[in-house]
């Protein structure tokens, strides 16, 4: 595609002493070619631009380069800013086309490059790693509270944001997983798991601080109930025995009934 109104056209053309008459027209071409992103953000894109006349043969019209790939290379990087990309190599070739109105010459510039890979490094992949060092340092803090619980919930919802944004970065258009979304899940993976055994850890934790509070509830009720009948006045106790002792007949009551019984039977004969 190219973009009208960004180069204006110059009006002149040159002639040189070989009678070569030569028009030069600058355009901006806007052109898009497929990505591998598999290896990203390690990744080396090769971009093709093909030119060729859609009305014109071969014989009519022949398109070339007037220099060679080298001189072209270092002519682009003169004029190329400082980009995402790195420009490696340019590789010009031509071809012959068979088409419908006869055969068609076909220039093809074979564009490599490379990603450029630090700052995707400083900002992406380390800091998930560092999160990941976070998660594994978070198993020296103690289970008996829940600062370990929110800490490792902080720390996963992190690196779901992360994620979000390497899904922002990515395009859609990718046949395979690339290795750096392979990279997030494990890590992902990984911290859910710590987060999953933190969980079963303070669940079995409570259940064995709830059992030991009911063991030492009960052996309290057995402690009261020897200490309340410990505590009783000797009074009461003595009464208890006196008690006691009334209901049993000793021998001197025993006497005593057998020698009024005897005083009975005299009282009758006489």
Not at 174 to 184: E, G, M, Q, T, V
Request: proline share 3%; charged share 25%; aromatic share 8%.
């Amino acid at each position: 595609m190219i973009e009208d109104n960004k180069v204006s056209m110059s009006p002149y053309v040159t002639l040189d002493f070989y009678g070569y008459v030569t028009l030069q027209r600058n355009m901006v071409v806007v052109s898009s070619c497929s990505m591998e992103v598999y290896k990203f953000p390690f990744d080396v894109q090769n971009c093709k631009l093909s030119f060729k006349s859609i009305a014109h043969s071969y014989e009519n019209l022949e398109i070339t380069n007037l220099a060679d790939s080298q001189w072209t290379m270092e002519w682009s990087l003169k004029r190329m800013t400082q980009s995402e990309w790195l420009f490696v190599n340019l590789n010009i070739s031509e071809e012959v086309v068979g088409e419908r109105n006869g055969e068609q010459n076909k220039l093809i510039y074979t564009i490599t490059m490379k990603r450029r890979s630090a700052l995707y490094i400083a900002n992406f992949l380390l800091p998930i790693m560092f999160f990941l060092g976070l998660d594994l340092a978070s198993f020296g803090i103690s289970d008996s509270g829940g600062e370990k619980l929110g800490f490792k919930v902080t720390v996963l919802l992190a690196v779901t944001v992360m994620q979000l944004i390497l899904n922002d970065i990515l395009p859609a258009s990718s046949d395979r997983i690339p290795l750096i979304a392979i990279y997030c899940i494990g890590v992902f993976g990984l911290m859910m798991l710590s987060l999953v055994e933190t969980i079963l850890m303070m669940y079995l934790l409570g259940k064995d601080a709830a059992a030991e509070e009911n063991r030492e509830d009960e052996e309290q009720r057995r402690n009261l109930k020897k200490r309340t009948s410990a505590d009783e006045s000797p009074a009461e106790q003595l009464s208890v025995a006196k008690e006691g002792d009334s209901c049993k007949p000793t021998a001197e009551s025993i006497a005593l009934e057998n020698i009024s019984d005897e005083l009975r039977d005299v009282e009758k004969t006489l």
